[in-house]
């Protein structure tokens, strides 16, 4: 059973930055592809970015292009979400998700169909 503990978020002033981090346990981290995922009260999970199992790739959402960066690191099971030029708009709760299939098939599969979820950490960006 896989085991996702995301940690890293908080409070912050627009165009300040966070970084989010996603500890990984329970099974082989490299044969994961892994996303971030956000959701406010009342509106669907929605996709954020996604990184392949090797980490050579990389997805995101046009709404955070450019001010996100997602990374991981196979040597300490830990996936990460820079976020940089935050916007109130950013303010969520953030999620992480491990999935067996290629890392493309996260950005438009439906979030309900991964196979597993971290807990979330708040992110709230004042304006």
């Known amino acids: 059973q896989v085991q996702l503990v995301e940690s890293g978020g908080g409070l912050v002033q627009a165009g300040g930055s966070l970084r989010l981090s996603c500890a990984f346990s329970g099974r082989t981290f490299s044969s994961y592809a892994l996303g971030w995922f956000r959701q406010v009260p009342e509106k669907e999970r929605e996709f954020v970015a996604a990184?392949?199992?090797?980490?050579?790739?990389?997805y995101y959402a046009d709404s955070v292009k450019g001010r996100f960066t997602i990374s991981r690191d196979n040597a300490k099971n830990t996936m990460y979400l820079q976020m940089n030029s935050l916007r109130p708009e950013d303010t969520a709760v953030y999620y992480c998700?491990?999935?067996?299939?290629?890392?493309?098939?996260?950005?438009?599969?439906?979030?309900?169909?991964?196979?597993?979820w971290g807990q979330g950490t708040q992110v709230t960006v004042s304006s």
């Open positions: 998700a491990a999935d067996r299939r290629p890392g493309f098939a996260l950005v438009t599969a439906p979030p309900g169909s991964m196979d597993y």
């Open positions: 990184i392949s199992r090797s980490g050579s790739t990389t």
